[in-house]
T-cell receptor, first 111, second 114 residues
Framework: KQEVTQIPAALSVPEGENLVLNCSFT??????LQWFRQDPGKGLTSLLL?????REQTSGRLNASLDKSSGRSTLYIAASQPGDSATYLC??????????FGEGTQLTVNP | KAGVTQTPRYLIKTRGQQVTLSCSPI?????VSWYQQTPGQGLQFLFE???????NKGNFPGRFSGRQFSNSRSEMNVSTLELGDSALYLC?????????????FGPGTRLTVL
């Protein structure tokens, strides 16, 4: 059974700081790993998807890496802004379209 | 291109009632999945439908059911509601089951059971 863990559970940083969010998964037989952002009371916004054959993906100030052998993924956010404040979730896909989610990292970027 | 839509957005029911939630996927997407999100359990997979067939099912009681129509729209039904069913119910759609298979989520339906 796939289990996904995210560290830290919460993070508070000053504006402009670069930061790394961590995600680990127990079953390395994944199809892909997807990072999402969730604002309070809202749905999930897809940020990046890394296929199992890829090592990293970049979109703007975001960079996500994947190391299947060690069961880890990281989301790097450069030059953080107050608008980046949200909960960040990683999810591993192991069958069909079924995603197993971590519990999320709640990020606060202070002006 | 319109995103995933879910109706209703908010719902208040009492214990013992039943409820039906609706999800319209992105045009062209054939896979629809449902998730329950609660503060204590996080995001948990309910079930997935692909081309009108249930392909995957999570570990939820039989009170939770779903279906998909020929236009890929999906509904989920919860019968005999319990207080613990209060949650944000999220629907996700994707184009294919291949490796790429990026999931796109709707805004959710907030269900409150009194």
């Amino acid at each position: 059974k796939q289990e996904v863990t995210q560290i830290p559970a919460a993070l508070s940083v000053p504006e402009g700081e670069n930061l790394v969010l961590n995600c680990s998964f127990t079953d390395s037989a994944i199809y892909n790993l997807q990072w999402f952002r969730q604002d309070p009371g809202k749905g999930l916004t897809s940020l990046l998807l890394i296929q199992s054959s890829q090592r990293e993906q970049t979109s703007g100030r975001l960079n996500a890496s994947l190391d299947k052998s060690s069961g880890r993924s990281t989301l790097y956010i450069a030059a953080s802004q107050p608008g980046d404040s949200a909960t960040y979730l990683c999810a591993a896909r192991t069958s069909g379209s079924r995603l197993t989610f971590g519990e999320g990292t709640q990020l606060t970027v202070n002006p | 291109k319109a995103g995933v839509t879910q109706t209703p957005r908010y719902l208040i029911k009492t214990r013992g009632q039943q409820v039906t939630l609706s999800c319209s996927p992105i045009s062209g997407h054939r896979s629809v999945s449902w998730y329950q999100q609660t503060p204590g359990q996080g995001l948990q997979f309910l079930f997935e439908y692909f081309s009108e067939t249930q392909r995957n099912k999570g570990n939820f009681p039989g009170r939770f059911s779903g279906r998909q129509f020929s236009n890929s729209r999906s509904e989920m039904n919860v019968s005999t509601l319990e207080l613990g069913d209060s949650a944000l119910y999220l629907c996700a759609s994707s184009f294919t089951s291949g490796e790429r298979n990026e999931q796109f989520f709707g805004p959710g339906t907030r269900l409150t059971v009194l």
